[in-house]
């Protein structure tokens, strides 16, 4: 079956940075496009970055030039490197396959 499990979420300052990693199994991931959502308290879930199976990015306004989505076929693996946070960025991130999402992990940029 699909899994999609989401690494490396924790506190950090503004200004600070993190890496997300998306462990992907169950289906072919080569030819899968991929992304990265996040939920924050009293919010919409709302797109972060998606990746294509032919590697093609695209961002949301809020991230573009702090954010950078990668994947790694031979590990099966998605990647967000999120650089310069901010408070606003706060959420819980979900790693994202067609119809099917990760268990999500926490994200907090606190000073």
């Known amino acids: 079956q699909v899994q999609l499990v989401e690494s490396g979420g924790g506190l950090v300052q503004p200004g600070g940075s993190l890496r997300l990693s998306c462990a992907a199994s169950?289906?072919?991931?080569?030819?899968?496009?991929m992304g990265w959502y996040r939920q924050a308290p009293g919010k919409e879930r709302e797109l972060v970055a998606r990746i294509t199976s032919g590697g093609s990015t695209n961002y949301a306004d809020s991230v573009k030039g702090r954010f950078t989505i990668s994947r790694d076929n031979a590990k099966n693996m998605v990647y967000l490197q999120m650089n310069s946070l901010i408070p606003e960025d706060t959420a819980v991130y979900y790693c994202?396959?067609?119809?099917?999402w990760g268990q999500g992990t926490q994200v907090t940029v606190s000073s």
């Open positions: 169950g289906f072919i991931f080569r030819i899968s496009d």
């Open positions: 994202w396959r067609y119809n099917y």
